[in-house]
């Protein structure tokens, strides 16, 4: 079964995701804008999501985490829990 390893913030609104994803072009780190920013709990660890298998995480995450290009930020994506920027470091 494919594996990743991926990372993300968590926001309410989009404008506050692509002032994010900016600050991210803009060479800010991504683990201190999460742990600053993201209504996630996995902020408090930078964002870190840690391993994760097709199916544990809302659809629209798992398109981007197991389709779309590694190491670049992608988004902002919206779920039910709000807005989400993702950045995948590898998968398997």
Not at 60 to 75: C, E, M, N, S, W
């Amino acid at each position: 079964m494919p594996k990743a390893m991926a990372r993300h913030i968590l926001v309410k609104t989009e404008a506050e995701a692509e002032q994010l994803k900016k600050r991210l072009a803009n060479g800010e780190a991504f683990d201190v804008l999460a742990k600053k920013h993201s209504l996630c709990p996995s902020g408090k660890r930078g964002g870190d999501l840690g391993e994760v298998r097709p199916g544990q995480m809302v659809r629209a995450i798992d398109q981007v985490i197991f389709k779309k290009p590694l190491r670049t930020v992608h988004g902002p994506i919206k779920s039910a829990f709000g807005y989400h920027l993702v950045q995948v470091f590898y998968r398997e």
